[in-house]
């Protein structure tokens, strides 16, 4: 059975940094799609960031245009493990973040669809 299982999650001031960690077992194969979506309160779900490195393969990655230069995904397929460091963080940042992860590649953009898996979610709050 898949889990996945988010953690680095918390409270910070604007301009803050925070690094979030999901580790995926259950997993036969470590070459997995794997990114990051996040809700705040009354607002739709929002993709962040995903990441696909296949085998001997340059990574497809992709962020959200609200993310991007602040954010960084990295992966470590190995231990089926994703990260999401964030840096400038801004008071918009504070949402629920979700974990998501999928066996198929992904490529493009992001989308719901494109993700199986889901993890129970990690807060962040960042504060003026």
């Known amino acids: 059975q898949v889990q996945l299982v988010e953690s680095g999650g918390g409270s910070v001031q604007a301009g803050g940094s925070l690094r979030l960690s999901c580790v995926a077992s259950?997993?036969?194969?470590?070459?997995?799609?794997m990114g990051w979506f996040r809700q705040a309160p009354g607002k739709e779900r929002e993709g962040v960031a995903r990441?696909?490195?296949?085998?001997?393969?340059?990574?497809?990655?992709y962020y959200a245009g609200s993310v991007k230069g602040r954010f960084t995904i990295s992966q470590e397929n190995a231990e089926n493990t994703v990260y999401l460091q964030m840096n400038s963080l801004k008071p918009e940042d504070t949402a629920m973040y979700y974990c998501?992860?999928?066996?198929?590649?992904?490529?493009?953009?992001?989308?719901?669809?494109?993700?199986?898996?889901w993890g129970q979610g990690t807060q962040v709050t960042v504060s003026s």
């Open positions: 998501v992860a999928d066996t198929r590649p992904c490529y493009g953009g992001i989308s719901s669809a494109m993700f199986r898996d």
């Open positions: 259950g997993y036969t194969d470590s070459s997995n799609c």
């Open positions: 990441m696909y490195t296949g085998v001997g393969r340059t990574p497809s990655i």
